[in-house]
């Protein structure tokens, strides 16, 4: 099955918007608070980008956006991951090709960002979702380990990035780079019919990525 990239992004996005302050909440307890922001600004010049350019794959567009556009330290990581699964999919624009990018992608994230498992980022995401597709698994499977994954940071002290400096102040909340990663493979899934619940329930406090008791004010 190829993969529909242009409408994986445009789901993507969607998604984003919805999760926007749930991600700007989490990142004001472990970081500047930007990264909702960041990452809804990169997503929107990407769909910008795709209405100007139809014939040009999705996800090179959406890495140039994030590796030349978007601030903050996520951004460019992120573009990272965009970068690698563009090169895979240009050459085999199949479900395998999206396993050898994701598969990529993290390994390019790691290189640069020297996170590992349990280091509480964004890779505590990916690494369970290309465990997942690396096992068979279909785009639900890879999109519930995903946010499996980033549901698990919420117990994890943060060892990179600004949050390793609050401490156990993030403690009962996930990571926001996490969850910002898991709702890409959440939209893949979406894309095909798959996905593991309703977005707006899982983003809501006490029922899927958020503790019913977390105090989101950051303060």
């Not at 990272?80 to 994701?102: C, K, P, R, T, Y």
């Not at 009962?172 to 959440?186: E, I, Q, R």
Request: net charge negative; hydrophobic share 45%; charged share 20%.
């Amino acid at each position: 099955m190829s993969i529909d990239q242009r409408r994986l992004i445009q789901t993507y996005a969607h998604s984003v918007h919805m999760a926007h302050d749930t991600l700007t909440a989490l990142d004001q307890l472990s970081g500047d608070g930007d990264f909702g922001d960041n990452l809804r600004e990169g997503i929107d010049q990407v769909t910008t980008a795709l209405d100007a350019a139809p014939t040009e794959p999705a996800f090179t567009i959406a890495a140039r956006v994030f590796l030349d556009e978007v601030g903050g330290t996520s951004g460019p990581l992120i573009g990272l991951l965009f970068q690698e699964i563009a090169h895979a999919l240009a050459d085999d624009n199949s479900e395998a090709g999206w396993a050898a990018g994701v598969r990529e992608g993290k390994a390019a994230i790691q290189r640069v960002g020297e996170a590992e498992a349990g280091d509480r980022t964004m890779v505590d995401a990916l690494l369970p979702a290309c465990d997942a597709l690396a096992a068979g698994g279909d785009a639900h499977a890879s999109a519930l380990a995903a946010l499996d994954g980033a549901k698990a940071t919420a117990s994890l002290r943060a060892r990179r990035g600004r949050a390793s400096y609050v401490g156990e102040r993030v403690l009962g909340a996930p990571d926001p780079g996490a969850v910002g990663v898991a709702l890409l493979f959440w939209s893949r899934a979406k894309v095909l019919e798959q996905e593991p619940g309703v977005l707006a329930d899982i983003l809501s406090p006490g029922q899927g990525l958020i503790p019913a008791d977390l105090d989101m004010q950051g303060g």
